[in-house]
């Protein structure tokens, strides 16, 4: 792999400013302190850790509490022309916080500002806040952010706005991008931005979708302003197995796609995946399962049911009461399965997620799994988050085993490479809501055509000195992974 992705000047000076601006406890050039926070969540980088030879670590940590810390920062960091990746809950999944040729952390983990604004519906926090604690000192005072990301114990908050993620409860609350309302960011030059709470304003562009899966790389998030809703009063699931995929397929799509009734949760496994549940539930073998979720009020959230219930019949869909589903439910933010794997010296086990219109979401869902069954020994596909022209699909890949760790990660690569190569030619997006790091800057091109080079202009016209995540999106450095 290439190490010298970018330019990066880093020297005694530097910290001493650091030093100057900040708390003393809030600087360190600890090793232990700089191993904390190099690497996120996929399992290329475990393999890294594993292995006891993590290569890339940044040269200093920073801790700020301010907003106004986070300028002076940057202030420095840009005139050095020292690069600063920021990091929040460390669980990306896409390796956009690797520190190739060093740099500054920013932990945002100390920005926990808290103001419920409970007329206007929303809530302004720090950019540090666990996904999870928010949600719970919401529940606190009666209310949710609906957002429930399988990771929501481990992610910020700021972490969602720059990965443009997304929560298992999407069909009713939204992705994060419907989530969001207003941002504080600061630029790399230390200015400071902020866009207004308005929920709708026909004045311009809306910058909110500057940084929006922006991944660090045109500044730093360190406010958000976020929906809130008022607690559900009634949470049920259905469970129906389908004779095949397809027509799990045209079910969901009726009932989300017409509008014939709102749901908060939509999981349809395929065949392959369902083995394990249509196995123990004693379900019919080979067939598709669907999950459905309904929250709100009870009488709502009965009539959802039975609608949905007509649709999926109607499609051949065999109703299953709801214990499944509400095993999914207690387990949810369980990742235990994948790591069994990925601890084996040899093995490598990660998700990959896509999306495409409605019309091409099959051709990209046997395109990719075509493509990546010669290199993997187990492929496990479902689709959880469905739109009125569209939807994701979601896929388990656990490698043919090789001889030792440089061969699982050379596995696991090959299998990204053929499954996005697959899911561009079908006519998929490569990237849901994980994000595109420095793993999938290759297909950026593929997936914007000259849109692209907009992106590029835009990044060197806000981050002259390409201080800012330069690898990530491909916008300022290629980092060659794989
Ligand atoms: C087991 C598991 C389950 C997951 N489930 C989901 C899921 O259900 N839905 C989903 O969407 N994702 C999921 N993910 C992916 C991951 O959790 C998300 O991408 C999450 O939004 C990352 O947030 P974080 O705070 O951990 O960010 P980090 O990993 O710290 O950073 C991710 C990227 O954002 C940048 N960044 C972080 N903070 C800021 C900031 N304040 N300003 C600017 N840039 C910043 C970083 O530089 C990096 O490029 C999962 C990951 C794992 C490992």
Redesign the pocket.
């Known amino acids: 792999m290439n190490t010298k992705v970018y330019e990066n000047n880093i020297n005694e000076l530097v910290i001493e400013e650091m030093r100057k601006i900040l708390p003393q406890d809030a600087v360190s050039t600890k090793i232990v302190d700089r191993l904390a926070v190099c690497h996120?969540?996929f399992n290329v980088e475990y393999k890294w850790i594993q292995a006891g030879k993590y290569p890339y670590i940044p040269d200093l940590v920073v801790w700020p509490e301010t907003t106004e810390q986070v300028s002076e920062i940057l202030k420095i960091a840009n005139k050095n022309k020292t690069v600063v990746?920021?990091?929040?809950?460390?669980?990306?999944?896409v390796m956009?916080?690797v520190f190739f040729n060093g740099g500054i952390c920013l932990d945002?983990k100390k920005l926990t500002k808290f103001i419920l604004n409970e007329k206007g519906m929303s809530v302004t926090v720090g950019?540090g806040w666990n996904i999870g604690q928010l949600e719970d000192e919401l529940n606190r005072f009666g209310y949710t952010m609906g957002h429930f990301?399988?990771?929501m114990n481990?992610?910020?908050i700021?972490?969602?706005?720059?990965?443009s993620?997304?929560?298992?409860f999407s069909t009713k609350y939204g992705k994060f991008d419907d989530i969001l309302i207003a941002l504080e960011v600061v630029l790399p030059t230390g200015e400071v931005l902020y866009t207004k709470d308005s929920p709708k304003a026909s004045t311009g562009i809306n910058l909110n979708y500057l940084f929006l899966g922006?991944?660090?790389s045109y500044?730093?998030?360190?406010e958000v302003t976020a929906k809130i809703w008022l607690k559900p009063e009634a949470r049920k699931f259905s469970v129906y197995t389908f004779k095949t995929t397809h027509d799990g397929f045209e079910a969901v799509r009726k009932i989300v796609s017409l509008g014939q009734a709102t749901l908060a949760v939509v999981r349809l496994y395929d065949e392959y995946e369902s083995v394990f549940t249509i196995d123990a539930y004693k379900f019919e073998e080979g067939y598709a399962l669907l999950y459905l979720g309904f929250e709100g009020r009870k009488d709502q959230v009965d009539l959802e049911m039975n609608i949905s219930d007509e649709i999926c019949r109607a499609e051949g869909g065999l109703y299953k009461g709801d214990q499944a589903a509400k095993q999914w439910e207690k387990d949810r933010l369980d990742?235990s399965y994948g790591l069994g794997t990925t601890h084996l010296p040899n093995g490598a086990a990660e998700s990959l997620e896509v999306s495409a219109s409605w019309d091409k979401l099959e051709d990209v869902w046997l395109a990719m799994r075509n493509a990546i069954a010669p290199y993997a020994q187990i492929i496990h596909v479902h689709f959880s988050h469905m739109y009125h022209t569209g939807g994701n699909l979601y896929c388990i890949i656990h490698t043919i085993r090789g001889k030792n760790s440089e061969d699982a990660e050379k596995n696991f690569l090959k299998c990204v490479k053929k499954a996005l190569d697959a899911c561009v030619k079908a006519g998929g997006s490569i990237s849901h809501?994980?994000?595109v790091?420095t793993l999938k800057s290759k297909w950026m091109s593929d997936e914007h055509n000259n849109g692209f080079e907009v992106m590029k202009k835009i990044k060197r016209a806000i981050d002259p000195n390409n201080i800012m995540?330069p690898p990530?999106l491909g916008l300022g450095g290629e980092a060659n992974v794989g």
């Open positions: 996120g969540a990746i920021p990091y929040g809950g460390g669980s990306g999944s956009g916080s945002t950019a990301p399988q990771s481990s992610a910020t700021a972490g969602s706005v720059a990965t993620a997304i929560g298992t922006s991944e660090g500044g730093i998030c360190t990742t809501h994980h994000g790091g995540n990530v």
